[in-house]
């Protein structure tokens, strides 16, 4: 049994029943759940909302800032932990609030990315000021790891305990460091290892979701997301992370249930849609697929991973010319935002020029080829699509326009 992908425009999740050839049939336990917890969802929201306007003024303390935090509201958090940091700059408590919400909203959605370049700059200007603190120096370890610095990370975490044993966010920041270059042993231990103490639980949970996924134990990764979740039940990433470790074990039930938890906080969000996209996708669920790509577009339309997916599900289902102007959006997107030739989707090109020779549009195909040879050039990716030297053998006397 499968559930469809589709999310209703009230906000309410409802994965609906497959049904049978000849027969009715009924709700399915895990879409009575659903429909149980969107609604539950709603009315908890609507509840939340109504007690945040009739309490009055924000608390601008730290203990604000937590507050906003442990109800999933990241933005609120953010703003009030920065603010406390500005006004008390030895405040170290705020730091490491404002750097873990900030990196935290960076997997809320497509285009949070710039929170974690935020926090490693806020993090990196405090480490210079306490450059023996340990724990300003955990606070920059767990930045760098976030930013994809896990040896940088490392050292300083380590430094970190080297003056304080216990200090728990420095040996978490040092088990994401391992598990990054593969250490995934060492990882788990550095996590099991910060679970014995009683501060940052949540982040604890989640790294130690992380160890045990890396190293294929994926019911364990799932026990300790779900309790994150529990902790936590608002903030997004959890939920990614959660469908990532169903996947991982073929349950595209729950990764699905999971994705519209996250559109049941955020119906605005994109970046679920496009897991959705994904998903519906691998399911063969071709009408879902399209709606969630293009749904991606809509909202998203300078982001081109979403042209790229939305053209990459036309070409699936045989609509080459679809495919081929989607695929001309991504390329084009990526070309214009300047992005590194070594971060480009080159299946953009790739795609396109395939739909193109479907097509039989030569002008295209000879352009779209050129442009990929020139990139690969630049670049020492290996290059995948080749003609012969004088061009697609059908197009050999085009001339691409100017």
């Not at 305990?161 to 040092?174: E, G, I, K």
Request: net charge neutral; with cysteine.
């Amino acid at each position: 049994m499968r559930i469809q992908r589709h999310y209703h425009a009230s906000g309410i999740y409802a994965p609906v029943r497959r049904r049978r050839r000849g027969g009715g049939g009924c709700f399915s336990a895990l879409v009575l759940v659903g429909l149980f917890l969107g609604l539950l969802t709603l009315a908890w929201n609507w509840m939340d909302n109504w007690l945040n306007s009739a309490a009055g003024p924000v608390d601008s303390s730290l203990s604000g800032a937590q507050a906003a935090f442990a109800r999933g509201d990241l933005d609120t958090s953010v703003q009030l932990a920065r603010q406390l940091w500005e006004r008390t700059p030895d405040n170290l408590a705020a730091l490491t609030l404002l750097v873990r919400a900030l990196i935290y909203r960076s997997y809320s959605e497509y285009n949070r990315a710039i929170d974690r370049e935020i926090a490693l700059e806020i993090a990196a200007a405090a480490v210079e000021r306490f450059s023996n603190n340990p724990d300003a120096l955990a606070v920059y370890a767990f930045a760098l790891q976030a930013d994809g610095q896990p040896l940088e990370a490392a050292q300083r975490a380590e430094r970190a305990l080297q003056s304080n044993p216990n200090q728990t966010l420095a040996r978490l920041a040092l088990a994401l460091s391992y598990g990054a270059v593969g250490g995934f042993d060492v990882a788990l231990r550095e996590g099991q290892r910060a679970a014995s103490q009683s501060d940052y639980p949540l982040d604890t949970l989640r790294v130690l979701a992380i160890a045990y996924s890396d190293l294929g134990r994926y019911s364990e990764a799932i026990a300790a997301i779900e309790r994150a979740i529990i902790l936590n039940p608002r903030l997004l990433p959890l939920y990614f992370e959660r469908a990532l470790y169903a996947l991982q074990v073929g349950d595209a039930d729950a990764a699905t249930v999971a994705y519209f938890q996250v559109l049941a906080y955020a119906p605005d969000n994109v970046k679920a849609r496009l897991r959705l996209c994904e998903l519906s996708s691998m399911m063969r669920e071709r009408e879902a697929a399209l709606t969630y790509c293009g749904e991606v577009t809509q909202r998203a339309p300078d982001w081109s991973e979403g042209w790229y997916r939305l053209g990459r599900e036309y070409f699936l289902q045989g609509d080459f010319a679809a495919a081929q102007s989607n695929l001309h959006r991504c390329s084009t997107l990526q070309t214009l935002q300047n992005v590194p030739l070594a971060e480009r989707r080159f299946e953009c090109w790739y795609l396109q020029g395939q739909a193109a020779e479907i097509l039989g549009d030569c002008a295209a195909l000879v352009a779209t080829y050129n442009e990929f040879l020139a990139m690969v050039a630049n670049t020492g990716l290996p290059q995948t699509w080749s003609y012969p030297p004088e061009g697609p053998p059908q197009c050999a006397n085009v001339t691409p326009p100017p």
